[in-house]
């Protein structure tokens, strides 16, 4: 099994810092998709980053992909309540979705 | 509308009963999904359907029967429960099963075996 890792497990923060992410293979990916997941809800797809070096902004997030395609990180500037949930990194493989076992944001007002 | 809807979103029930879970998707997407989520929040794939078809069946116990009526539908039939079985389970679909496609995850079931 390819694995992802994702780090740190747990971050809880003060509303307005800024904060990175990370999710990492010692295998190549094709692509990696990043998901959040809000307390009592499924996982929703935030972004799908294809190309390596590629980035990506949504609104006050901002995707990156290795170079090497090998991993990836989420930093959020400014970070508000709103923000709070697990997010969780995807990889394809064989028809499914391998995942990370998620990092889970707490953001403090 | 919601898109991938579950029913039940709470079972409690004791061990050695059989439950099911439904799932429906009005996206008009081939592909569904049956996953357990942990306590530790860890999401594993348990099954995969395309166009009814199984194509993804992981290592779950027999105890676990999907079944596709149609592809707008998956349901998870579980017999003989046991106190492991106790998981949010997430329904989800996608348009197909190919690279990059996003996944619609229903709003989970909590299942507690007592």
């Known amino acids: 099994t390819q694995l992802l890792e994702q780090s740190p497990q747990f971050l809880s923060i003060q509303e307005g810092e800024n904060l990175t992410v990370y999710c990492n293979s010692s295998?190549?990916?094709?692509?990696l998709q990043w998901y959040r997941q809000e307390p009592g809800e499924g996982p929703v797809l935030l972004v799908t980053?294809?190309?390596g070096g590629e980035v990506k902004k949504l609104k006050r997030l901002t995707f990156q992909f290795g170079d090497a395609r090998k991993d990836s990180s989420l930093h959020i500037t400014a970070a508000q309540p709103g923000d709070t949930g697990l997010y969780l990194c995807?990889?394809?493989?064989?028809?499914?979705?391998?995942w990370g076992a998620g990092t889970k944001l707490i953001i403090k007002p | 509308d919601t898109a991938v809807s579950q029913t039940p979103k709470y079972l409690v029930t004791q061990m050695g009963n059989d439950k099911s879970i439904k799932c429906e998707q009005n996206?008009?997407?081939?592909?569904m999904y049956w996953y357990k989520q942990d306590s530790k929040k860890f999401l594993k794939i348990m099954f995969s359907?395309?166009?009814?078809?199984?194509?993804i069946n992981e290592t779950v116990p027999n105890r676990f029967s999907p079944k596709s009526p149609d592809k707008a539908h998956l349901n998870l039939h579980i017999n003989s429960l046991e106190l492991g079985d106790s998981a949010v389970y997430f329904c989800?679909?996608?348009?197909?099963?190919?690279?990059?496609?996003?996944?619609?995850f229903g709003p989970g079931t909590r299942l507690t075996v007592l």
């Open positions: 995807a990889r394809r493989s064989n028809y499914q979705l391998i």
């Open positions: 295998s190549v990916f094709s692509s």
């Open positions: 980053v294809v190309t």
């Open positions: 996206l008009g997407h081939d592909t």
């Open positions: 359907y395309n166009n009814k078809e199984l194509i």
């Open positions: 989800a679909s996608s348009q197909a099963a190919g690279v990059g496609d996003t996944q619609y």
